[in-house]
């Protein structure tokens, strides 16, 4: 359900809402806005929210992209933390690519060395 979430248009009311809770719930640090609510066992940021009589657990990132987007996000595609930090949810830290690139970026990091991720910021 969560995933069906992100791939419909929402209400301005439900938009609001959540865009609210993006500002409320996070911090300004350097250059991030660090999401200082629920977190998971895996160090990414959640937002619990009620759709459609569903309880859901909400990426706060996937959230942060999406709302700033506009645009449908597909489940199977990625939303990652260009900055590194699983908290972040500044837009222009995050960037909407296969998870392949994603992976190759982590990578690029944990090794302190990056040969390009072709097509992708």
């Not at 300004?28 to 160090?43: A, P, S």
């Not at 709302?67 to 900055?83: E, K, Y």
Request: hydrophobic share 30%; charged share 15%; aromatic share 12%.
């Amino acid at each position: 359900m969560t995933s069906t979430f992100f791939t419909i248009q929402h209400t301005d009311k439900v938009l609001q809402k959540l865009s609210s809770v993006l500002q409320k719930k996070s911090i300004k640090h350097n250059q991030c806005n660090i999401w200082t609510g629920e977190v998971d066992r895996h160090g990414y940021g959640y937002h619990r929210f009620t759709f459609s009589g569903k309880r859901l657990r909400l990426p706060v990132h996937r959230l942060a992209y999406f709302l700033n987007s506009q645009s449908t996000l597909s489940s199977t595609t990625h939303v990652s933390h260009l900055c590194h930090n699983k908290l972040c949810v500044n837009f222009s830290h995050l960037s909407y690519e296969a998870g392949s690139v994603n992976a190759s970026r982590q990578m690029c990091f944990a090794n302190g060395e990056c040969r390009g991720h072709f097509g992708y910021r």
